[in-house]
């Protein structure tokens, strides 16, 4: 798996910032596929630790923040957690592509919050 691979990476760089954020976005994208609950939930909570690693190594790279604010809002349906790491992504000016794709959903998470 993706997942697997950013472990090698890992394995010889632990504080490698992009390997731990994608390590963590391929875990939550994979429970998409899973049927069991307590695989999801594990799942998702091995994701959110990379994640949160990779803030706390580099809080200016916007990926980790952008991926954190759609896993609160898409897979764990807490669009208030959701906020503030989504602001956090666009004021690290992400890409314009990713940006496009967050705006929208900060609006939503604000929306329903």
């Given at each position: ?7 090698q ?11 731990l954020?994608?390590?963590?976005w ?24 990379s ?22 809002i ?27 794709l967050v705006?929208?959903?900060l ?7």
């Amino acid at each position: 798996t993706a997942a697997a691979l950013y472990d090698q990476v890992l394995e010889t760089d632990p504080d490698d910032v992009e390997a731990l954020t994608y390590r963590g976005w391929t875990l939550a994208l994979s429970t998409r596929s899973m049927e069991d609950s307590t695989d999801v939930t594990d799942a998702l909570k091995s994701s959110i630790d990379s994640l949160g690693r990779a803030v706390e190594l580099d809080p200016e790279y916007p990926d980790a923040h952008c991926f954190l604010g759609i896993i609160q809002i898409r897979f764990l349906q807490s669009p208030s957690s959701a906020v503030p790491f989504l602001e956090r992504c666009l004021d690290e000016n992400p890409p314009a592509d990713v940006r496009t794709l967050v705006e929208p959903l900060l609006d939503e998470a604000r929306s329903a919050s």
